[in-house]
């Protein structure tokens, strides 16, 4: 019996590393001189950031999303309204946000993760999106290179290591 129970308590560790080493970690601040309510689907849901704060969120591996700022908020009970980037009223998210909204896409992965910036849906906040293994993108206005700016722009998707972590800075 103890030989049976030793391979069981090793599987159940090794099934917890491999669950935890394609995981990230978003990071994500204000830099504005104003208040920036961060929204993400399918992880995230939103909060509100004042100026030079940061909210983290861990993004489990096989999770595709989007994360974006939202300006203009007012809340109350969870519900209200955005004037830029407003997803149907919601505080916490379960939808994308209203054009226009800079987003910040992604793909956890296992050995390999993916990651842009889009203006397909307009420009509304200066952002960078950066991962710790890869490049640093930046957008700084509507027509950023750096961005997709039509649905079939040539590949503006970069990779980087799995298990690698996230930065989304607003107003860098």
């Known amino acids: ?10 599987f159940l560790v090794l099934a ?13 601040t204000n ?25 983290t969120v861990d993004v489990p591996a096989g999770t595709s999303g989007r994360f974006w700022g939202r300006t203009g908020c007012s809340f109350s009970g969870g519900s209200g ?8 009223g919601a505080l ?9 909204a800079t987003l910040a896409e992604f793909t956890i992965g296992g050995a390999q993760d993916f990651y842009d910036i889009s ?6 906040q200066p952002m960078d999106f950066s991962c710790s293994t890869g490049v640093n993108l930046h957008c700084g206005g509507s027509g950023c290179p750096d961005a997709y700016l039509f649905p079939k722009d040539d590949n503006k998707t970069h990779a980087c290591s799995g298990n690698s972590n996230y930065q989304v800075t607003f107003c860098a």
């Open 92 to 100: 916490s998210c379960s939808v994308s946000g209203q054009p226009p």
């Open 16 to 28: 917890a590393f491999a669950a935890g080493a394609s995981a990230a970690t978003f990071s994500i």
């Open 119 to 124: 203006l397909v849906d307009g420009f509304n």
């Open 31 to 55: 830099n504005c001189g104003y208040t920036v309510w961060p929204a993400g689907i399918p992880v995230g849901g939103g909060t509100q950031l004042d100026p030079s704060q940061t909210w």
């Open 81 to 88: 309204h955005c004037d830029s980037a407003d997803c149907a």
């Open 1 to 10: 019996m103890a030989s049976r129970a030793a391979p069981s308590a090793l």
